[in-house]
């Protein structure tokens, strides 16, 4: 067995037959690429692809365009991160470089995700073995923006900062890799998915603020924090305007608004792209106009990039910051829980169980290949990588979970990184067209953490938990310092041991999902769990004073179930549960009378419907 599938040999993931089976195939490409009204009202029943299930072979050109799909979709993501850490770095050949070896690290990491192998000797696998693509971490990106900033201010360059970045993230991968080898009910107990979702979505808020919104606006602060006076920002070609300057609005929200008109009207290809390609669209506008003469884009850095690039190019002093290790373990522990909901997603796109040894068995390996890639990504310069859901959309349009589009879209990723002008390409856009990106893709990233926390339920205690942490954590990240300009002061004469301390506690208080998670899985401890159903409680509550009671929720089911064939079946005996009808409404949505369906009795509450009001057809 190979990642829990059949054994399956490389051969038969290549198409036999004819030049054409082989090279092309009978796929229906035309459904890929045509666009769409979908304001027409024309009942269309244009046959849908056919379903290629994991291990099945793809011809070769299919294998090639749905790999760049999923590598299109995933691009734009890839390079944000690389190019949101060396904001403040004023070397562009940095930025080109972070931009081409975080291409390269996604590329390899798919790959052993999707091929998936069984460790010598033990029972556990190293990857996933579908179709699960790997990005750059967003929860290290907050608290690397951090530490980097700390360590500035300390006196480090950015080199020697960054360098820091890269050797505490080498020790605290290892966080992941040994939470792999738990059994999955372990694993659930300590890193409650619910809890995952609500720190995603604090990951989503804070990245929105930091670098979506601010980078829209131009890429700098509203103020001059030295004169008061409004400052010009740079980042956007030889243009320089103040914050907020219609001119970078402009370009962001151009950027911003193809992404709604490919998703409105594009087809699958260019919805399951739309991040990549708005952002080649605004990027061609930025490069035509100009400000007073001056260009938004200098294509002078990437005339002057190598063509090609590997790991190693730069290198940095690696090194360790104490005040970054509690926070990047709790970033660690989250991009964990996120991963087993992103997991199982593929598994539901794919068409494969989704509980069960094996889904068990998918879990296990996409925790340790997270682990070791995030070691393996660091020692190679790039920052640490993650298994990403952005790509379940395209298996699901394409109907396509070839683990053979899945080696394609390594490749892509690979060659993307290696061809160093792409990289000076995406690290030259201009900050306020990043910016109306970032803003869209961050808020795609609270959203989904959003459906993960409604996805597990949310009652009372957990309510009350998730706006605790909610509320602190998207406080801090408004104002990051309301706990840390005064609350411990460094000082010269401060030891180097308090000073690691102060530093991780100051480095949490300003994070906004670390400092959220951790409340959040503080009060998951303490908060006691309530006994009993609160909804049937209140049901009791009003059956006892004879007032309307509302169904249960198995009580609506099994209405619903049988009112085809008994419209006015109820509960017989029981008075406090008023027989229940089917009650007619028109266009409007009123409930009306209608004759032929009985007396319908009157209520109170809902004048002219029935009593109470729970089965409706349209009129």
């Known amino acids: 067995m190979v990642g829990g599938l059949p054994k399956v040999r490389w051969a038969t993931w290549i198409p036999h ?66 190019i949101i850490v060396a904001s403040t770095n004023p070397n562009i050949n940095i930025t080109q470089y972070l931009t081409s070896v975080a291409l390269m690290a996604c590329g390899i990491g798919t790959f052993f995700h999707v091929v998936r192998f069984k460790l010598p000797f033990t029972r556990y696998y190293y990857g996933t073995g579908i179709v699960s693509v790997l990005g750059i971490t967003t929860t290290q990106i907050v608290v690397g923006l951090n530490s980097i900033s700390n360590l500035q201010a300390q006196g480090y360059s ?37 809890i995952a979702g609500l720190t995603v979505f604090l990951v989503g808020v804070t990245l929105i603020g930091v670098a979506g919104i601010s980078d829209w606006g131009g890429g700098c602060s ?29 370009l962001g929200g151009l950027a911003f608004l193809f992404i709604i008109l490919l998703e409105t009207f594009g087809s699958p290809f260019a919805r399951n792209s739309a991040i990549i390609l708005a952002w080649l669209m605004a990027y061609a506008v930025a490069a035509i106009v100009k400000k007073d003469g001056k260009p938004y884009v200098d ?56 509980i069960g040894p094996r889904h068990d068995e998918r ?54 990184g290696v061809l160093g002008k792409i ?104 908060v006691p769990f309530e006994t009993g159903d609160p909804m049937e409680r209140v049901r009791a509550a009003r059956k006892a004073k004879g007032l309307v009671v509302p169904l249960s929720e198995e009580e609506g089911r099994a209405i619903e179930e049988n009112q085809i064939h008994n419209p006015k079946m109820g509960f017989e005996g029981d008075s406090a549960y008023p027989t229940p009808v089917v009650v007619p409404i028109d266009g409007s949505g009123v409930p009306t009378n209608q004759a032929g369906l009985g007396a319908v009795p009157a209520n109170a509450d809902y004048p002219g419907a029935s009593y109470p009001p729970v089965q409706a057809h349209m009129a």
């Open 17 to 82: 037959g004819s030049w054409k089976d082989v090279w092309i195939g009978d796929y229906d490409y035309k459904y890929l690429f045509m666009p769409k009204w979908p304001y027409c009202r024309k009942d269309t029943t244009d046959r849908l692809p056919p379903f290629f299930a994991v291990n099945e072979p793809l011809p070769i050109l299919l294998a090639a365009i749905m790999g760049l799909q999923h590598a299109l979709a995933m691009t734009g993501g890839i390079v944000l991160g690389p």
């Open 158 to 194: 950015w080199n020697d900062a960054y360098g820091k970045f890269l050797g505490t993230n080498m020790v605290c991968s290892f966080a992941t890799t040994l939470i792999s080898f738990l059994p999955p009910r372990v694993l659930r107990k300590l890193f409650p998915t619910w």
């Open 222 to 250: 509203l103020l001059n924090s030295t004169t008061g006076l409004p400052q010009n920002c740079t980042g956007n070609g030889q243009v320089e305007l103040p914050f907020g300057s219609r001119e970078y609005l402009g």
């Open 299 to 354: 294509m002078g850095p990437v005339k002057a990039a190598p063509a090609g690039t590997f790991f190693w190019v730069h290198t940095f002093n690696i090194g360790i910051y104490p005040g970054a290790i509690l926070p990047f373990i709790i970033g660690y522990w989250a991009d964990a829980a996120t991963a087993v909901g992103d997991i199982t997603a593929t598994e539901e796109a794919s068409g494969i169980e989704q």
């Open 363 to 416: 879990i296990q390996g996409c925790l340790l290949a997270d682990g070791f890639n995030c070691f393996l990504a660091s020692c190679a310069t790039s920052p640490p990588v993650n298994v990403f859901a952005q790509n379940n959309g395209i298996i699901a349009f394409t109907l396509c979970a070839s683990r053979m589009a899945g080696v394609a879209t390594a490749v892509w990723l690979f060659l993307f």
């Open 423 to 526: 990289g000076a390409f995406f690290a030259n856009t201009p900050t306020c067209v990043i910016g109306g990106i970032t803003t869209f893709l961050f808020g795609s990233i609270a959203i989904s953490g959003i459906k993960v926390l409604m996805n597990e339920g949310i009652d009372r205690r957990r309510r009350f938990i998730a706006t605790v942490a909610c509320s602190l954590g998207i406080g801090v990240t408004i104002n990051p310092g309301w706990a840390t300009d005064n609350l411990w002061v460094a000082t010269s004469t401060m030891p180097s041991g308090v000073r690691a301390v102060r530093d991780s506690v100051i480095l949490v208080l300003e994070t906004g999902y670390v400092f959220g998670w951790l409340v959040a899985m503080v009060l998951n401890l303490v």
